[in-house]
């Protein structure tokens, strides 16, 4: 587009170049006496080209040449026809004919003799050098986009690198260019700001501000005329995408309250805006404090509906407690009811209010962690910190000084409700031992936090896997004493041996100890790879038949464990599982061999070999 805005900057007239249209013929464009010879006494020179007699008009706009152009473009006369132009005007009027024509003829707009294609080139090579020089100037500074003629060739280019550098430049630019829609939103895009030089009048105003509001909310917001006629869809989006834009609302407008509801839900903080004058200040308060509760701070104290909003606001977020002055003949209850939803809010009530004691209770049986907020120096310490124990275990105790007087008896509270308890328990403590056994014996898990530099480490762990074998599991394998322990365990119930590492010197011993309990039951922790499974194996059937349930079929030595196994204990023979019918064949002869038609009665009817086998223990009985 080559646009020749300085027509109509200059005057109302519509200027032929702009609409592409010229009247038909040859219509004498040129003022009286502008047609001067060459050389004549109206004719003089003025910074290599020639000026005309101020009596003259452009021939192209018909604007008076007399007058200074504003873009300061010097004025052309063409030494073809005589015809006089406005420079920007000529230049406009030969980029449209180029355009508009199959040759590159170009012939003078007022009598159709041909141009010089030396003074077109010439122009061309003028106005792209002043193109480029503001083109790099509004680069740099957007802002000198006030010095550029709105007439230049490329204008459009011109303003948006402008406005894309700083949206401000926009106040430079008439709501009248062809493209100012594309201008307008690249400057609000870069700038709320430039909604401020946005006409009201301009037909894409709403558009544009819709635009600037969803990029920058309020700061744009504040420059859309409250007045217009789309201004309540244009404010709902500035709000939704920053709530604070209430602040730019008029507390007039009839759609003031649908407005303010929905800021308040996208940052309760705009709360701040409304004046709790307002007939439906309690519900937007409400509104406001339910999307964050620290927007209490916005309501005055004096409000007569305060109370429910500081409800509303605590039971959302029981920090909004802060903001309550403890002064208040309600504050007990509203803290009351920030603790039970938030333990923490705690840390909000002072600790010389006379109800104290009664919402650090409801506090720290919420959340154990809120005993953190709780002086230990107060006279109901005790009270407070067992009732924290008791309801959440370690997680409260953590919070208790250690050199308190009372630290004892919390924590062996803390332990016995919660065996966990003991992490927070520094074994450097006199009573260490005490309060370990008192959490070992609440939860076996408890041993685990039992320091093994501890002196009475053996002790307690032994009390442990003698009341639980499996505490096993929890027992560092680097003790010093992990062997004695480890037998008590596996002793006191077999399958602890599953917690026993198998690459350890003394795991066999371990393990023979192991599967001598519960039918053998351990064996099935043995690994197979090991090379005195067989031995482990051959120990635990011998002392009992049904502990042939749990050697693994894949070992190498099976056949020959099970033969014992099925000599030993005829019934042995019901847990025998051979990899093939050969080898089973042959342990049940050797069952049936050695106890007869007693081992028959393990043997399964369907076995082909049935029959065979049961007259050779008939024969044997």
Same mark, same amino acid.
């Given at each position: 587009?080559?646009?020749?805005?300085?027509?109509?900057?200059?005057?109302?007239?519509?200027?032929?170049?702009?609409?592409?249209?010229?009247?038909?013929?040859?219509?004498?464009?040129?003022?009286?006496?502008?047609?001067?010879?060459?050389?004549?006494?109206?004719?003089?020179?003025?910074?290599?080209?020639?000026?005309?007699?101020?009596?003259?008009?452009?021939?192209?706009?018909?604007?008076?040449?007399?007058?200074?152009?504003?873009?300061?473009?010097?004025?052309?006369?063409?030494?073809?026809?005589?015809?006089?132009?406005?420079?920007?005007?000529?230049?406009?009027?030969?980029?449209?004919?180029?355009?508009?024509?199959?040759?590159?003829?170009?012939?003078?707009?007022?009598?159709?003799?041909?141009?010089?294609?030396?003074?077109?080139?010439?122009?061309?090579?003028?106005?792209?050098?002043?193109?480029?020089?503001?083109?790099?100037?509004?680069?740099?500074?957007?802002?000198?986009?006030?010095?550029?003629?709105?007439?230049?060739?490329?204008?459009?280019?011109?303003?948006?690198?402008?406005?894309?550098?700083?949206?401000?430049?926009?106040?430079?630019?008439?709501?009248?260019?062809?493209?100012?829609?594309?201008?307008?939103?690249?400057?609000?895009?870069?700038?709320?700001?430039?909604?401020?030089?946005?006409?009201?009048?301009?037909?894409?105003?709403?558009?544009?501000?819709?635009?600037?509001?969803?990029?920058?909310?309020?700061?744009?917001?504040?420059?859309?005329?409250?007045?217009?006629?789309?201004?309540?869809?244009?404010?709902?989006?500035?709000?939704?995408?920053?709530?604070?834009?209430?602040?730019?609302?008029?507390?007039?407008?009839?759609?003031?309250?649908?407005?303010?509801?929905?800021?308040?839900?996208?940052?309760?903080?705009?709360?701040?805006?409304?004046?709790?004058?307002?007939?439906?200040?309690?519900?937007?308060?409400?509104?406001?404090?339910?999307?964050?509760?620290?927007?209490?701070? %916005?309501? !005055?104290?004096? #409000? *007569? =509906? /305060?109370?429910? $909003?500081?409800?509303? +606001? &605590? @039971?959302?977020?029981?920090?909004?407690?802060?903001?309550?002055?403890?002064?208040?003949?309600?504050?007990?209850?509203?803290?009351?009811?920030?603790?039970?939803?938030?333990?923490?809010?705690?840390? %909000?009530? !002072?600790?010389? #209010? *006379? =109800? /104290?004691?009664? $919402?650090?209770?409801? +506090? &720290? @049986?919420?959340?154990?962690?809120?005993?953190?907020?709780?002086?230990?120096?107060?006279?109901?310490?005790?009270?407070?910190?067992?009732?924290?124990?008791?309801?959440?275990?370690?997680?409260?105790?953590?919070?208790?000084?250690?050199? *308190?007087? /009372?630290?004892?008896?919390?924590?062996? +509270?803390?332990?016995?409700?919660?065996?966990?308890?003991?992490?927070?328990?520094?074994?450097?403590?006199?009573?260490?031992?005490?309060?370990?056994?008192?959490?070992?014996?609440?939860?076996?898990?408890?041993?685990?936090?039992?320091?093994?530099?501890?002196?009475?480490?053996?002790?307690?762990?032994? +009390?442990?896997?003698?009341?639980?074998?499996?505490?096993?599991?929890?027992?560092?394998?680097?003790?010093?004493?992990?062997?004695?322990?480890?037998?008590?365990?596996?002793?006191?119930?077999?399958?602890?041996?599953?917690?026993?590492?198998?690459?350890?010197?003394?795991?066999?011993?371990?393990?023979?100890?192991?599967?001598?309990?519960?039918?053998?039951?351990?064996?099935?922790?043995?690994?197979?790879?090991?090379?005195?499974?067989?031995?482990?194996?051959?120990?635990?059937?011998?002392?009992?038949?049904?502990?042939?349930?749990?050697?693994?079929?894949?070992?190498?030595?099976?056949?020959?464990?099970?033969?014992?196994?099925?000599?030993?204990?005829?019934?042995?023979?019901?847990?025998?599982?051979?990899?093939?019918?050969?080898?089973?064949?042959?342990?049940?002869?050797?069952?049936?061999?050695?106890?007869?038609?007693?081992?028959?009665?393990?043997?399964?009817?369907?076995?082909?070999?049935?029959?065979?086998?049961?007259?050779?223990?008939?024969?044997?009985?």
């Amino acid at each position: 587009m080559l646009p020749s805005l300085a027509c109509l900057s200059l005057s109302h007239q519509k200027c032929p170049a702009v609409s592409g249209l010229l009247p038909s013929g040859k219509p004498d464009y040129t003022a009286p006496g502008c047609e001067g010879g060459e050389g004549g006494d109206d004719d003089f020179l003025l910074d290599g080209k020639r000026r005309v007699r101020d009596d003259c008009t452009c021939a192209i706009c018909q604007i008076d040449l007399a007058d200074p152009e504003p873009n300061g473009v010097p004025y052309i006369l063409s030494e073809s026809c005589k015809h006089q132009f406005h420079g920007s005007c000529l230049f406009t009027w030969v980029q449209k004919s180029i355009k508009g024509s199959e040759t590159d003829s170009i012939t003078c707009p007022a009598c159709r003799r041909p141009i010089p294609e030396n003074d077109v080139l010439l122009l061309e090579a003028e106005y792209q050098a002043e193109y480029q020089t503001h083109k790099e100037a509004v680069s740099q500074n957007g802002l000198a986009l006030e010095f550029v003629p709105t007439d230049l060739f490329n204008y459009t280019e011109i303003a948006l690198a402008a406005v894309s550098h700083n949206g401000l430049a926009l106040q430079f630019v008439s709501i009248y260019s062809d493209d100012y829609k594309e201008i307008a939103m690249e400057a609000v895009t870069q700038s709320g700001l430039a909604m401020e030089y946005v006409s009201i009048d301009s037909t894409e105003y709403k558009e544009i501000a819709l635009a600037a509001v969803s990029e920058h909310g309020g700061v744009a917001l504040q420059y859309v005329h409250n007045d217009y006629y789309a201004y309540k869809e244009i404010a709902l989006v500035a709000v939704a995408k920053d709530g604070l834009a209430l602040e730019y609302v008029s507390i007039y407008s009839d759609d003031y309250k649908e407005i303010a509801l929905a800021a308040v839900n996208e940052d309760g903080h705009a709360l701040r805006y409304v004046p709790d004058g307002r007939a439906d200040y309690t519900e937007i308060a409400l509104a406001a404090v339910n999307d964050n509760g620290h927007a209490l701070r %916005h309501v !005055s104290t004096d #409000y *007569n =509906a /305060y109370k429910e $909003i500081a409800l509303a +606001a &605590v @039971a959302h977020n029981g920090h909004a407690l802060r903001y309550v002055p403890d002064g208040r003949a309600d504050y007990t209850e509203i803290a009351l009811v920030a603790v039970a939803h938030n333990g923490h809010a705690l840390r %909000h009530v !002072s600790t010389d #209010y *006379n =109800a /104290y004691k009664e $919402i650090a209770l409801a +506090a &720290v @049986a919420h959340k154990g962690h809120a005993l953190r907020y709780v002086p230990d120096g107060r006279a109901d310490y005790k009270e407070i910190a067992l009732a924290a124990v008791n309801k959440h275990g370690g997680v409260a105790l953590q919070h208790v000084p250690a050199d *308190n007087k /009372y630290y004892k008896e919390i924590a062996l +509270a803390a332990v016995s409700k919660d065996g966990h308890a003991l992490h927070s328990v520094a074994a450097g403590r006199d009573d260490y031992k005490e309060i370990a056994l008192a959490a070992v014996n609440d939860n076996i898990v408890a041993l685990r936090y039992v320091s093994t530099y501890h002196a009475a480490y053996k002790e307690i762990a032994l +009390a442990t896997v003698a009341k639980d074998g499996l505490a096993l599991e929890y027992v560092s394998i680097y003790s010093d004493d992990y062997n004695e322990i480890a037998l008590v365990a596996v002793a006191k119930d077999g399958i602890a041996l599953e917690h026993v590492p198998a690459d350890r010197n003394d795991y066999k011993e371990i393990a023979l100890v192991a599967v001598a309990h519960d039918g053998g039951v351990a064996l099935q922790y043995v690994p197979t790879n090991r090379f005195d499974y067989m031995e482990i194996a051959m120990a635990a059937v011998l002392l009992d038949g049904h502990a042939l349930r749990y050697v693994s079929i894949l070992s190498s030595d099976y056949k020959e464990i099970a033969m014992m196994a099925v000599v030993k204990y005829a019934w042995a023979l019901q847990h025998v599982r051979a990899k093939n019918l050969d080898d089973y064949r042959e342990i049940v002869l050797a069952a049936v061999s050695e106890h007869g038609g007693v081992a028959m009665q393990y043997v399964p009817n369907d076995y082909d070999a049935y029959q065979e086998i049961a007259l050779e223990a008939s024969s044997n009985a």
